[in-house]
């Protein structure tokens, strides 16, 4: 598939458009299943190379297929390279204030975030996985949130989490060194704060899925997966035969019902409620 019959897929409306702040940008999509709750909260983080030219509009209908599990999903957007303000450090900022401002969403829909999961596909495979590792970030760190909204467990679709990696290769245009202002050995502290195959290993369950014809996006994946799993980590990694890029994202693809397996799989572990 490519990224223009991606940006084709239907795109349901969400039951609702929320704003956790003032600027364009900084909205989320709150979709809803059936009946009284309260839901369990999938965070889903649109991919696109960190830059403005992508929106998030491709994954409704993976949000869609999502909600329809018995999960309420809260798609964010976030400022971008590109956008008035993109880049670091407002990238990271936005997107750890659309995730905590679900405690205000649960005042006013019946959401469970005591359990809250962070779906991320690409460049939002590294924001999701970012997300969860947050506490881990000292209080002198530019990104640093007292108490944030926590992870219980990542789904992470050819996720871009080694920022090294693609800063080196100038991937998508460079798109890392511009996310960060700089490349990994102008920018250390910066890298080491927010690249997830460079961090501190998470102990929560995670679980990735990579395209075996993806090669851009799954030698990144990859290189999480592999220091993750020597660390110990709660870690498994489906590779899917002739899948590419973006069918992990479409629901309408083949690669859809073991997206699927492994996201129930998923809550199973986080949740004593499955969808």
């Given at each position: 598939?490519?990224?223009?019959?991606?940006?084709?897929?239907?795109?349901?409306?969400?039951?609702?458009?929320?704003?956790?702040?003032?600027?364009?940008?900084?909205?989320?999509?709150?979709?809803?299943?059936?009946?009284?709750?309260?839901?369990?909260?999938?965070?889903?983080?649109?991919?696109?190379?960190?830059?403005?030219?992508?929106?998030?509009?491709?994954?409704?209908?993976?949000?869609?297929?999502?909600?329809?599990?018995?999960?309420?999903?809260?798609?964010?957007?976030?400022?971008?390279?590109?956008?008035?303000?993109?880049?670091?450090?407002?990238?990271?900022?936005?997107?750890?204030?659309?995730?905590?401002?679900?405690?205000?969403?649960?005042?006013?829909?019946?959401?469970?975030?005591?359990?809250?999961?962070?779906?991320?596909?690409?460049?939002?495979?590294?924001?999701?996985?970012?997300?969860?590792?947050?506490?881990?970030?000292?209080?002198?760190?530019?990104?640093?949130?007292?108490?944030?909204?926590?992870?219980?467990?990542?789904?992470a679709l050819a996720?871009?989490?080694?920022?090294?990696?693609?800063?080196?290769?100038?991937?998508?245009?460079?798109?890392?060194?511009?996310?960060?202002?700089?490349?990994?050995?102008?920018?250390?502290?910066?890298?080491?704060?927010?690249?997830?195959?460079?961090?501190?290993?998470?102990?929560?369950?995670?679980?990735?899925?990579?395209?075996?014809?993806?090669?851009?996006?799954?030698?990144?994946?990859?290189?999480?997966?592999?220091?993750?799993?020597?660390?110990?980590?709660?870690?498994?990694?489906?590779?899917?035969?002739?899948?590419?890029?973006?069918?992990?994202?479409?629901?309408?693809?083949?690669?859809?019902?073991?997206?699927?397996?492994?996201?129930?799989?998923?809550?199973?572990?986080?949740?004593?409620?499955?969808p």
């Open positions: 598939m490519s990224a223009r019959e991606a940006f084709e897929l239907p795109q349901p409306e969400p039951d609702a458009v929320i704003r956790y702040g003032e600027l364009a940008r900084q909205f989320g999509e709150l979709r809803l299943p059936e009946g009284e709750g309260p839901f369990g909260v999938a965070v889903i983080v649109h991919g696109g190379c960190w830059i403005s030219d992508y929106d998030h509009g491709y994954m409704a209908a993976f949000a869609e297929a999502v909600t329809d599990l018995g999960l309420a999903t809260w798609t964010i957007g976030y400022r971008r390279v590109g956008d008035p303000g993109g880049g670091w450090p407002n990238t990271f900022l936005d997107a750890g204030s659309a995730v905590d401002f679900l405690a205000e969403l649960a005042s006013s829909y019946p959401l469970d975030i005591e359990h809250v999961l962070a779906i991320g596909h690409s460049a939002g495979g590294q924001l999701a996985l970012w997300l969860a590792g947050r506490v881990q970030l000292a209080e002198s760190s530019p990104l640093f949130a007292q108490d944030p909204q926590p992870i219980a467990g990542v789904l996720a871009a989490a080694d920022l090294e990696y693609l800063s080196e290769r100038q991937i998508c245009d460079n798109a890392a060194t511009r996310l960060m202002q700089g490349t990994p050995s102008e920018r250390p502290r910066r890298y080491a704060e927010v690249s997830p195959a460079h961090r501190p290993p998470l102990d929560i369950p995670q679980a990735m899925v990579n395209g075996e014809l993806d090669e851009t996006w799954s030698a990144p994946a990859e290189s999480y997966f592999e220091a993750a799993l020597a660390a110990g980590a709660p870690i498994e990694l489906q590779v899917m035969p002739d899948a590419g890029h973006f069918e992990l994202v479409a629901p309408e693809s083949p690669d859809w019902q073991v997206v699927r397996t492994m996201l129930v799989e998923l809550v199973d572990r986080i949740s004593p409620a499955s």
